[in-house]
């Protein structure tokens, strides 16, 4: 598809496994009418980068002060987690630290990303630029299997974003909402 692919909804609870099986937390918006918009969008794995409300969303940096979101990099899975056997679509959006910090999954890393989630996090309004594909989403003979695989479209993601064509959209919000 002709990437950016933008994409736009309120914070939604995906099936709960993100963090707790995974360790990879993911923020969910709604698909109900990704064939409708979005025909071209295969399921399948993407990055791109999301645009959060200050406001409603916070997170740390290594200087240890807690600064405002504006545009951080992210991997995203569309389609029915073969691994989980869904049988609804979803789009599962898994944000990273800005890439002047630290990749939380680079080898020897002990990897979280540090977010503070307000209370009212849920139903914020994600905006999100997909900017190109990974790979298909498989199914897995084990979860250490997926995580793993997830940890690579991570690195993928933030290698392929420090492009240079890409500069533009790390640091102008603006093109976020459609200013
Ligand atoms: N699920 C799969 O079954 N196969 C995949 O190949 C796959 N790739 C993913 C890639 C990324 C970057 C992300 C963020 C998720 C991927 N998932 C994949 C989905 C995870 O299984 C899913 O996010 C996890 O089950 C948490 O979902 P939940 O919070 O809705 O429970």
Known sequence: PPYPVRLSGPVI??????SKDLGIPTANIPADDLS???????????????????????????????????????????????FYKNTVRSVEI??????????????GQEGQTKFNRLPDFYKTKLNLLILGYIRPEFDYVSLEALVEDIRVD????????????????LVDSGKMSGK
Request: glycine share 8%; charged share 20%.
């Open 13 to 18: 609870k995906g099936f709960g496994r993100g």
């Open 36 to 82: 409708e918009k979005h025909p071209e969008l295969t399921t399948g794995v993407y990055y791109g980068v999301v645009a959060l409300d200050p406001k409603t969303y916070q997170h740390e940096t290594s200087e240890g002060s807690t600064s405002t979101a504006v545009v951080l990099p992210a991997v995203l899975s569309i389609g029915y987690n073969p």
């Open 94 to 107: 898994h944000i990273m630290p800005a890439l002047t910090e630290p990749s939380p999954t680079a080898a």
């Open 154 to 169: 991570c690195e993928v993601a933030r290698e392929s974003l420090l492009r240079e064509a890409y500069k533009c959209y």
